[in-house]
């Protein structure tokens, strides 16, 4: 089974609806992120929480909100979703303390039409 | 304001031969680096990192080298492989207490068998 799962894979929504992408792990780590990738933009980080009770802003935060309903899920939301939030969308996870790598999951690629 | 940049979206070489991945950066205040590996339809693996006090690392068939005075890094893979075959991303962590990567637009590395 896959360490870190989200859902759904694929999606695709209509200008001003909400949508949630779900990501939940397996490895224990704390720390979780929300990234999007654009083509010829790379990855940009969206939020990203250290604990349950710890949630930041990331880069492109603005038109997004995020949920850390456990240790192991981290939600993010669009309120009213736009077309150019049409991407690709990865969530991550790394350990707490030394910091090495973030592993991530195999995205979710979101339409907005 | 790309921060790490890839000039190269694509590189092809032949199986056997060596593949060099560059990616520069503008900000003096990264401290690490590391190279991701993305299949499609998968999320980026964690392939091969450098602290900013070393010039080299290497890891079996990879090895990446930094060039702290032209803010410059490479990924060498010797031999290349048909496996090998992926967008690379180049990424990078700010000092002290940062823990998001800001990332390259990646290199799409095709090996010819």
């Known amino acids: ?113 | 304001d790309q921060q790490v940049k890839q000039n190269s979206p694509s590189l092809s070489v032949q199986e056997g031969r060596i593949s060099i991945l560059n990616c520069d950066y503008t900000n003096s205040m990264f401290d690490y680096f590391l190279w991701y590996k993305k299949y499609p339809a998968e999320g980026p693996t964690f392939l091969i990192s450098i602290s900013s006090i070393k010039d080299k690392n290497e890891d079996g068939r990879f090895t990446v080298f930094l060039n702290k005075s032209a803010k410059h890094l490479s990924l060498h893979i010797v031999p290349s492989q048909p496996g090998d075959s992926a967008v690379y991303f180049c990424a990078a962590r700010k000092t002290a207490g940062a823990n998001n990567l800001f990332f390259g637009t990646g290199t799409r590395l095709t090996v010819i068998p």
């Not at chain 1, 694929?10 to 779900?22: Q, W």
């Not at chain 1, 909100?65 to 990865?90: D, G, H």
């Open chain 1, 1 to 113: 089974d896959a360490d870190v799962t989200q859902t759904p894979r694929n999606r695709i929504t209509k200008t001003g609806k909400r949508i949630m992408l779900e990501c939940s792990q397996t490895k224990g780590h704390d720390r979780m992120y929300w990234y999007r990738q654009d083509p010829g933009l790379g990855l940009r980080l969206i939020y990203y929480s250290f604990d349950v009770k710890d949630i930041n802003k990331g880069e492109i935060s603005d038109g997004y909100s995020v949920s850390r309903q456990a240790q192991a899920k981290f939600s993010l939301s669009l309120e009213s979703a736009i077309p150019n939030q049409t991407a690709l969308y990865f969530c991550a996870t790394s350990e707490a303390g030394i910091w090495r790598e973030q592993y991530f999951g195999p995205g979710t690629r979101l339409t907005v039409t």
